[in-house]
């Protein structure tokens, strides 16, 4: 009798405690030991583990370069990466989603050009009939999700990168990086400002942390993240302030009062950037002198008339920083556990190379303790390095499409570009919970069996909640309309083959996955709360001038339009061909190289014993047979086993 593949999968989800042991290479006595691996010590499995690290993973092939290099020079390789040529990574290609020259802005900062021009984000803002100013809020609801749809574009191309590039080091430090200085979309609503800062990010991400900082300081998207671009003489705002002492250099209580905050607030006033309503407007960092106080300033034991430079000169020039640095570089690449004396240790090398990244990063990945027991297999990847180094694995050279990133990410909990908030992901052990390894699970099973005749694209379904716009107000006679995947638009359907549509979503794909399609941005909130809605500025009349319904759903039947279509693919993976280089022969010899292949944990001898008896049970033979048209089906739904485990769940 066959082996149930569902009970194994049973028995796997069944250990939501993700096992964090040591992985069989790593030294017990190695612990806190900051002196650098030797040639003798560097073999196969440490250089798959600093791939894992200071990358996404790899194939064994990858992974046997590096391990035929001396450790240095592998480290040196991943580091010194801007020596690596990355000409031929694709650009991001926007949609053009700003046809008619102005970029979003709210409703009621456009109001008043209503009234003065006739027109609201480049276009007439009034027509005859009924809902006369009804253009205005369509574009602008337009403008709202063709942004989220975009940037939700630009996501994916970062995730394609991080998938191809020779430079895996750099697009692991930039997402570390995003994470600090965590900005979000759902606030900036500019995918412009924040591709600037993931490359502001990108081009420092190796470099001197105090020009980095100084960097994000004056960043276009952080000025709008985190306020500062309100924060003048007499009105200063501390917000940026405030996260600078508390999230990016120094940590909450070390060194700082609130007094500080409020002069550092101070120093900072007049970093700004003009207002960008326009494609014709450049977004750029001013220091305008007129909003900023030149007073005298008491910070952190200094007195003086000090800018925004000063300021950050003085921060960097406390003992905090570099022990906050150099902890979260630490615990996001090597182990949560760092003893005082090792971070001690680490902060005066940050110190004595006067900020400068690499010598600290070099020293990390040669040390003895980032291969001990305790750091090796022990990390649970957060959900795009989880998703990134799977496809890395699998040796995929282009980022599959079905699933869909973002739809996953989102299930998993970390979408690019939406940090939940300044602090940004928590991560750990909160990447992982039961749902979320089933989840994980359920990913793995729609990349390696996908059905692509019953796909529906989320990036061009109305989200749920809106869906029901053209139903809910038949006053206003909305048009309902369906993406044509052949005409790549959006297409006028009758409100029957509407209903049925929608009846196949509340059962079919969308639905069954259990996730929505994206963080919508909390300016969108502007939405009725049921029933006919009237605006501020219908108010004004016993006429309703314009409605938020219609502005909704047109504005999302038009941002479909203007946003590109993400082609959609589902992965090429063969598993035979992975197989057939490795040279197994039976079902033991395939489970090895593909645990071996994939895991960074040793499955447990019971469990993996399970799984290479599915194998043979599905095969009906504990000797493999390349000719057997059965076992491509069966090699996947084996390492979708092997991938669903818990152990796969670190590196």
């Not at 760092?338 to 990945?365: C, G, M, W």
Request: glycine share 6%; charged share 25%.
């Amino acid at each position: 009798m066959k082996t149930n593949r569902a009970v194994i999968l049973a028995c796997i989800v069944s250990s939501v405690t993700v096992v964090l042991h040591a992985a069989g290479n790593a030294a017990a006595d190695w612990i806190n030991d900051l002196s650098p691996i030797t040639a003798k010590d560097w073999n196969y499995d440490r250089a798959a583990h600093l791939l894992e690290r200071a990358g996404f993973g790899g194939t064994p092939d990858e992974v046997a370069k590096l391990a035929a290099m001396t450790p240095e020079a592998v480290v040196n390789f991943l580091v010194d990466y801007e020596k690596v040529d990355d000409r031929l990574l694709p650009a991001f290609q926007p949609s053009g989603i700003y046809p008619n020259g102005c970029k979003l802005a709210p409703l009621g900062e456009v109001v008043k050009d209503v009234f003065a021009t006739g027109k609201a984000y480049g276009i007439p803002a009034a027509r005859e009939g009924d809902l006369p100013f009804q253009p205005t809020v369509n574009e602008f609801y337009t403008l709202l999700f063709s942004e989220h749809a975009e940037m939700l574009r630009a996501s994916q191309w970062w995730a394609n990168r991080m998938l191809i590039t020779p430079r895996p080091f750099q697009e692991k430090l930039t997402l570390f990086w995003h994470g600090h200085f965590a900005t979000s979309q759902e606030k900036v609503t500019n995918y412009e400002l924040m591709l600037g800062q993931n490359e502001t990010l990108r081009r420092h991400a190796n470099g001197n942390f105090r020009d980095l900082l100084r960097a994000m300081a004056q960043d276009p998207a952080m000025l709008v993240w985190l306020d500062n671009r309100e924060n003048v003489k007499g009105k200063p705002n501390e917000n940026f302030a405030r996260e600078v002492m508390e999230l990016f250099c120094m940590g909450e209580g070390q060194g700082y009062s609130e007094a500080d905050v409020r002069e550092l607030a101070r120093a900072f006033t007049g970093w700004t950037l003009r207002p960008i309503k326009t494609t014709k407007d450049e977004a750029r960092f001013i220091a305008d002198p007129k909003l900023h106080d030149e007073g005298a300033k008491s910070f952190l034991g200094e007195s003086g008339k000090f800018s925004g430079d000063e300021a950050i000169e003085i921060i960097l020039k406390q003992p905090a920083p570099p022990r906050f640095i150099t902890r979260k570089i630490y615990r996001a690449f090597v182990r949560d556990d760092l003893s005082p004396e090792l971070n001690n240790q680490l902060a005066r090398l940050l110190v004595k190379s006067n900020y400068e990244l690499k010598p600290l990063l070099k020293t990390i990945f040669l040390s003895r303790d980032f291969y001990s027991a305790p750091s090796v297999g022990t990390q649970i990847k957060a959900p795009v390095d989880y998703l990134v180094s799977t496809w890395r694995k699998l040796g995929l050279r282009a980022i599959p499409t079905m699933p869909d990133f973002n739809e996953a990410a989102g299930a998993l909990g970390q979408v690019p570009f939406y940090p939940p908030n300044v602090a940004g992901w928590p991560g750990g052990r909160s990447w992982i919970n039961p749902a979320t390894l089933l989840t994980r699970g359920n990913y793995l099973h729609g990349l390696f069996f996908p059905k692509p005749d019953t796909f529906v694209a989320p990036d061009k379904v109305v989200l749920e909640g809106y869906r029901n716009i053209p139903e809910m107000f038949p006053k206003y006679a909305i048009q309902p309309q369906l993406w044509n995947a052949k005409t790549q638009r959006m297409e006028p359907v009758s409100m029957k083959d509407y209903r049925a549509f929608l009846a196949r979503l509340d059962s079919g794909p969308l639905r069954a996955k259990g996730v929505d399609t994206g963080p919508m941005p909390a300016s969108g909130s502007m939405m009725m709360a049921g029933g006919e809605s009237k605006s501020q500025m219908s108010q004004l009349s016993d006429s309703e001038w314009f409605n938020l319904a219609v502005g909704v759903y047109d504005g999302f039947v038009e941002a479909f339009n203007r946003v590109k279509p993400v082609p959609r693919a589902p992965a090429e993976i063969d598993f035979v061909a992975m197989l057939q280089t490795s040279h197994a022969t039976n079902a033991d010899e395939a489970v090895d190289y593909f645990c071996r292949r994939f895991l960074s944990v040793e499955l447990p001898p019971d469990r993996r014993a399970a799984i290479t008896d599915f194998l043979k049970a599905e095969l009906n033979s504990a000797q493999l047979d390349f000719n057997n048209p059965q076992l491509p089906e069966v090699l996947r739904r084996t390492v979708h086993l092997i991938l669903s485990a818990p152990e796969y769940q670190v590196g």
